[in-house]
């Protein structure tokens, strides 16, 4: 791979997460460019002008500015050549879970996040009660979808690690950090030590920090 | 392209529509394969085998299985080669458009359609007014940001419709079903107008009916 890699967003945001796990378990460095939404950073002309639509992550690389962390995703593991299999079949089958975990996954888990930030004052958010009792029934469902699938699997979608896995497990990450301990799912637990066992594995806050940084490969 | 498409979902489901709509604009004739939610058609061992998720749609074609609409875009975009610029910076972009539907557009205007059948009591939905309240926040936002791309541009991605296109166009669709005038986004309006101005292009319930049915190209 040629030329550097350059990550904007924040270590609270989940799809920011999944996008520096995959670069990081494929032993590609890149720079870290932290965006501060409490001081509104998303919100500056030049953050609004790189990022499209005013999310993070965002990743720069060769000229190329990428947004949408499941897309990412995919450019990653097309360019570094890592957690992709070359079978169309297969590839068909990763990009199903993926638009499931933006369809089920990601966003109930997502949202447990919030609500514990919320609940120990860490950022103003407060989430009505009929919220967070919706946000409990669609994490309960999408997560016994995985366990199920997982009674019989290693893995997503074959025998070794993809990065449906990378896309999925990261949600994990974040309903752990938003105090879910998910006894309930345990082929979700198991799947989920996998993962973290894997060379390069680093957690949340020890891959990211609220400030810029070099991640050495 | 060989071997027939079988299609199985719901007139109710947007994006049981969305693959139906690519693959009338494709001109590719398929079979049509009612699942009624009503009657638990979606529940039955057959059916389950079938959808791993145990939602709609479900094209079946040449042996595949596939899942997430979506996925099958991309799928049919390949395989019939249409609605898919080769370039890989397109490409790029488009799937940035996919999740970004997944993730912002589909679940509010969609959940919009829910309320109105709701509404009128042609199911029996309910939803507490705080989601009701969340819906049309996020739909509205959304919408915002679709709209302000769309000022300068003709399609979401380049000068052609692509797939991009057919899957937040369907979004419009169902939020129109839904009783949403869409008046404060012009240009989301101007846009589908062109987006229904293709040839074969057919409304969700000129498209699909609750029966099963051959549909030609």
Redesign the interface.
């Known amino acids: 791979m040629n030329g550097t890699l350059t990550l904007h967003g924040s270590p609270h945001s989940l799809p920011t997460y999944r996008v520096a796990l995959m670069m990081r378990l494929c032993g590609a460095g890149f720079s870290f460019r932290y965006v501060s939404f409490q001081r509104g950073m998303h919100l500056t002309p030049e953050f609004r002008q790189l990022s499209?639509?005013g999310q993070v992550p965002v990743l720069e690389h060769n000229g190329?500015v990428?947004?949408?962390?499941?897309?990412i995703l995919?450019?990653l593991a097309e360019t570094l050549g890592c957690f992709y299999p070359a079978d169309p079949?297969m590839r068909?089958r990763i990009?199903?879970w993926?638009?499931?975990d933006?369809?089920?996954l990601m966003?109930p888990l997502y949202a447990w996040y919030g609500v514990e930030l919320g609940r120990r004052k860490l950022l103003p958010l407060a989430f009505?009660p009929?919220?967070v009792a919706?946000f409990d029934r669609k994490g309960a469902a999408a997560l016994g979808?995985l366990d199920t699938?997982l009674a019989d699997e290693r893995f997503l979608v074959g025998d070794a690690p993809t990065i449906a896995d990378i896309c999925c497990y990261a949600d994990i990450a974040f309903a752990r950090l938003g105090n879910r301990a998910l006894e309930s799912w345990p082929n979700v637990i198991c799947w989920a030590d996998r993962i973290e066992a894997l060379p390069g594995f680093a957690a949340p806050f020890e891959l990211l920090a609220m400030q810029d940084a070099e991640i050495s490969s």
């Open positions: 499209r639509w190329h990428l947004v949408q962390s499941a897309a995919e450019y079949e068909q990009r199903e993926l638009f499931w933006a369809d089920r966003p009505d009929v919220l919706e979808i699938h």
